[in-house]
């Protein structure tokens, strides 16, 4: 499994790779973007999710020097994925603290590390689902539906959780825009 730096670097390479292949007009890219289906569709339908917390060594590092525990800050992302997956009805099947384990089924990752390009702490959130492509030779694969990047601005606990509860609350937000709750289930 790919590092969050190497992820990162890996995601800076893509995007180099295909912003000459953009259109080149205001018009073009905004008939482009009307034929792309809502970020949000992919979470039509999503039942549950297992959790994984990843804490790069270079953040857990950075959490001690700032006197913070690691262990300490992964279960209280643990609980905040708990709480806001459980607003929303998203039941979670597990939780998983380990870069090597698998699961089965659609993960959503917390993930905390440094920028490499700042230097600080960044947060990553990640829903990654097994697809299958519908061509020969019907390759599965793990493939990234939703994700949002954020700098809590500081290695401390406090804005590493209120950084966390934030992203989790737009997926929450981008779940209910897929998923209308209708009015006696409100």
């Known amino acids: 499994m790919l590092s969050l730096k190497r992820l990162q670097m890996a995601s800076v390479l ?18 482009q973007a009307r034929a792309l289906p809502s970020p949000t569709v992919s979470l039509a339908g999503l ?4 959790v994984r917390i990843l804490v790069s060594s270079d953040a857990r ?22 709480q806001k997956l459980a ?3 998203v039941a979670l099947q597990s939780v998983v603290r380990d870069r090597q ?5 659609s993960a959503l990752t917390i993930g905390v590390d440094t920028d ?15 697809v299958t492509l519908v061509r020969p030779p019907n390759t599965k694969m793990t493939l990234t539906t939703w994700s949002a990047v954020q700098h809590p601005g500081s290695n401390e606990m406090g804005p590493i959780k209120d ?4 992203i989790l609350d737009r997926f929450d937000a981008d779940y209910l ?8 289930g409100q």
């Open 116 to 130: 490499i390009t700042t230097g600080s702490f960044m947060i990553v959130v990640n829903l990654e689902e097994p």
């Open 87 to 89: 607003l929303v009805g």
């Open 14 to 31: 893509v995007a180099a790779m295909l912003l000459p292949a953009l259109p080149a007009t205001l018009p073009a890219a905004q008939a």
């Open 101 to 105: 384990a698998g699961s089965e089924g």
């Open 61 to 82: 590092q950075g959490l001690k020097t700032a006197g913070e525990h690691p262990t300490a800050v992964e279960e209280a992302l643990e609980a905040i994925a708990r």
């Open 47 to 50: 039942k549950s999710v297992n």
């Open 163 to 166: 950084t966390v509860a934030d």
């Open 177 to 184: 825009s897929a998923n209308p709750r209708s009015p006696a």
